[in-house]
């Protein structure tokens, strides 16, 4: 018998001092094939309009292009986190 886990990552978006940057809480830890040179950060980068993502403990931190608009760009963020 085969059971297949799917975990749900929780996530929070909070803003920062800069307007084109997010944080994003994570409420676990991500292996280095999701995160960092992964997966993840692959996704992440090819949405347009995103210019960087940064990963710590915890958290990562999306900085978005001046002329892109948050509202545009939230969904297929999270669309992304959903299918981790």
């Known amino acids: 018998m085969i059971f297949i886990l799917k975990y749900i990552i ?3 978006l909070i ?3 800069n307007p084109n940057a ?26 347009e ?3 960087s993502v940064f990963f ?3 958290f ?5 292009d ?3 608009k948050w509202e545009s760009i939230i ?6 986190f959903d299918k981790l």
């Open 10 to 12: 929780n996530m929070e």
């Open 49 to 51: 309009g995103i210019s």
């Open 66 to 68: 001046e002329d892109i």
């Open 15 to 17: 803003d920062t001092p």
């Open 22 to 47: 997010k944080k994003i809480l994570i409420d676990q830890s991500l292996s280095n094939e999701d995160s960092k040179d992964g997966v993840l950060e692959k996704k992440l980068n090819s949405l």
């Open 75 to 80: 969904e297929d963020i999270t669309n992304i």
């Open 56 to 58: 710590g403990p915890g």
């Open 60 to 64: 990562l931190t999306i900085l978005k």
